[in-house]
């Protein structure tokens, strides 16, 4: 019997999907019992497909289109720092409760598994900062939406919102709705 491939999907055409898929691990019951966590290191471990990865993002939005990039903890942080780094813009820091060192704006939500809260500091955007959002793994969409609410009460402006992989069942993209989704693979 011959195997049929599996359909894969992303906003950035089915070659970009491709290499996600061929770089992200499935690791059943992690964090907890039910929970398939998607395992993106060994894409960041490939410096040729992250770069390709990167780019993809930067070439999805425009490198006009966006004055400064925010990256949720703790992965996020690994797509932004590399996406500042490659358009020359700088980096925000979405950070998980307790951890920044000066006056935040909270927001906190739910999680696929567990509960959380998110900070940014109050002075991270200059008015009117378009502002891109990224993020490794979409599910339910809580992080995002709490990400982005945050950003606009610290007076930025969404820009766009790009994560590496989306949990299409979890339907997250819905949640944000009507703000666009931009996910490289989408299963
Ligand atoms: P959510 O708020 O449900 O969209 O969850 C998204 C956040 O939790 C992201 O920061 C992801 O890194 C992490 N996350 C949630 N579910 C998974 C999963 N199945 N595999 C890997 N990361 C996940």
Do not use: C, W
Request: proline share 5%.
């Amino acid at each position: 019997m011959t195997e049929t491939p599996t359909e894969v999907r992303g906003d950035s055409g089915p070659a970009t999907a491709q290499l996600v898929a061929s770089r992200v691990l499935d690791v059943p019951d992690f964090p907890k019992p039910g929970i398939v966590f998607k395992d993106l290191m060994p894409l960041f471990a490939d410096g040729a497909v992250f770069r390709e990865v990167i780019d993809g993002i930067v070439e999805h939005h425009g490198r006009e289109s966006f004055d400064v990039v925010v990256g949720i903890e703790a992965r996020g942080f690994v797509v932004a720092a590399a996406i500042a780094y490659a358009t020359g813009v700088g980096v925000v820091p979405v950070r998980k409760a307790g951890k920044l060192p000066r006056a935040a704006y909270a927001a906190s939500y739910a999680l696929e598994y567990g509960e959380a809260t998110l900070e940014v500091h109050q002075d991270a955007f200059t008015a009117g900062h378009r502002v891109l959002v990224v993020d490794d793994v979409l599910a339910t969409g809580g992080t995002a939406q709490a990400t982005l609410d945050l950003v606009e009460r610290a007076g930025g402006t969404v820009a766009g919102f790009s994560v590496l992989l989306e949990l299409g069942f979890l339907n997250g993209r819905a949640r944000l709705d009507p703000r666009p989704v931009h996910a490289l693979l989408t299963v």
